[in-house]
């Protein structure tokens, strides 16, 4: 399954996030549950994301810390995205996110939209389908400061009005629609 949507540019992937940060993954927990167990519940994983810099703020938010929202099991069995595994307590990196609205915790935009800096190495490592992206091979060969130059250019463009977002789909882009419990399959 690929999650969409899916992204060419660096430029594009940026205009397109409504916030893009460098943090550090401090915690990751249980979410929240929708329906009933064994009866078709999806329980999420919920993420803190402690926020050491805001590269790009489409409305001017800049949060200390953040709550991401992954798909985490559905009736008890994990549902972890060959494209995006899960975030790990550890994880430091770049995040391409969007907001709920309604319980105001971020998501990712697409497959792509987590790219983790190893300090060590200093080695970038994409989301992504690694064997087929060369957007994602791009990206993996940049050094982390060439990276954060290019989203800050990006950014820069992108509230110049040089470069349009594109559409982000529906709220929950990275669960299956046979993963759904049935009552919110489309």
């Not at 929708?34 to 949060?63: C, F, I, W």
């Not at 990206?139 to 009005?161: N, T, Y």
Request: charged fraction near 30%.
């Amino acid at each position: 399954m690929a999650l969409k949507p899916s992204y060419k540019t660096l430029e594009s992937m940026t205009a397109s996030a409504p916030l893009v940060v460098l943090a550090e993954v401090a915690s990751v927990k249980p979410g929240r549950l929708m329906g009933s167990p064994g009866e078709g519940s999806l329980q999420m994983r919920e993420s803190a994301l402690k926020v050491h810099e805001v590269l790009y703020s489409r409305n001017g938010d800049t949060p200390a810390s953040i709550a991401i929202v992954e798909t985490g099991w559905v009736d008890g069995v994990p549902t972890e995205d060959i494209e995006r595994p899960w975030t790990k307590k550890g994880d430091y990196g770049y995040f391409f996110l969007r907001q709920d609205r309604v319980y105001g915790t971020y998501g990712f935009i697409g497959a792509q939209a987590r790219v983790l800096v190893d300090e060590k190495s200093r080695k970038m490592e994409a989301s992504g389908d690694h064997h087929q992206d060369p957007f994602v091979k791009n990206l993996e060969g940049m050094l982390p400061e060439e990276f954060a130059k290019a989203v800050r250019d990006a950014a820069r463009m992108a509230k110049e009005g040089k470069i349009k977002p594109r559409p982000l789909g529906d709220a929950a882009p990275d669960i299956p629609e046979d993963k759904l419990p049935p009552g919110m399959r489309p």
